[in-house]
């Protein structure tokens, strides 16, 4: 299994140690040449105006989105809202390849930031300690995404469609690996 990802900007190289922890190769992508051959991608936190900007420069929107829309791909907090179809500003570029409405920044400014520990569908019943940074929220979902985690207040943290995934959250800045194994499951699902 060869899963990428994206290291145009934003926490890249976690997502690469967690990958290598599971023993599965991972590869840094930042040219379009460089998502050929990959069974998955991976776009990581970080600042989600900025990856849209550098995808652009780069000429990966385009290769990005093509590739999201038939192979897995999971978006974690910028990676969120870069696989979102809307995120309620047109001037972003964004993948539109997930049916979700994302409010970007919806825990507000750095300070804000916060942990917390989250029941996650499909990883158990131990709870999954979750790490927020200016971290946004899923505020609809179409009938076939399946919400996979809330925040005890009802606000979606997690979601999949198909071969597509989506936290809010930053996963690779903890010790707990089953969210890097729930996506390679979905990649050995054969969604590519």
């Avoid at 972003?92 to 409405?101: C, E, K, V």
């Avoid at 959250?169 to 050995?188: G, M, Q």
Wanted: hydrophobic share 45%.
């Amino acid at each position: 299994m060869k899963i990428g990802v994206l290291a145009l900007q934003g926490a890249f190289i976690e997502h690469v140690k967690m990958l290598r922890q599971l023993d599965v190769e991972a590869v840094e992508v930042r040219l379009p040449q460089q998502l050929e051959g990959l069974d998955g991608l991976i776009i990581p936190g970080g600042e989600s105006t900025t990856i849209g900007k550098l995808a652009t420069s780069y000429g990966l929107v385009k290769p990005l989105r093509e590739f999201a829309l038939s192979n897995p791909t999971w978006g974690t907090c910028a990676g969120m809202i870069f696989l979102a179809k809307d995120i309620g500003i047109e001037e972003q570029p964004i993948l539109a390849a997930m049916d979700i409405q994302v409010n970007r920044n919806a825990f507000g400014r750095q300070v804000d930031s916060f942990e917390t520990d989250l029941k996650i569908q499909g990883l158990g019943e131990e709870r999954f300690h979750a790490v927020f940074i200016r971290a946004p929220i899923v505020v609809a979902v179409e009938p076939h995404v399946n919400v996979l985690s809330r925040l005890n207040d009802g606000r979606i943290v997690a979601v999949r469609q198909d071969h597509l995934l989506a936290t809010s959250f930053h996963p690779e800045l903890t010790n707990d690996l089953r969210l890097h194994s729930y996506f390679c499951a979905i990649v050995k699902e054969g969604y590519n």
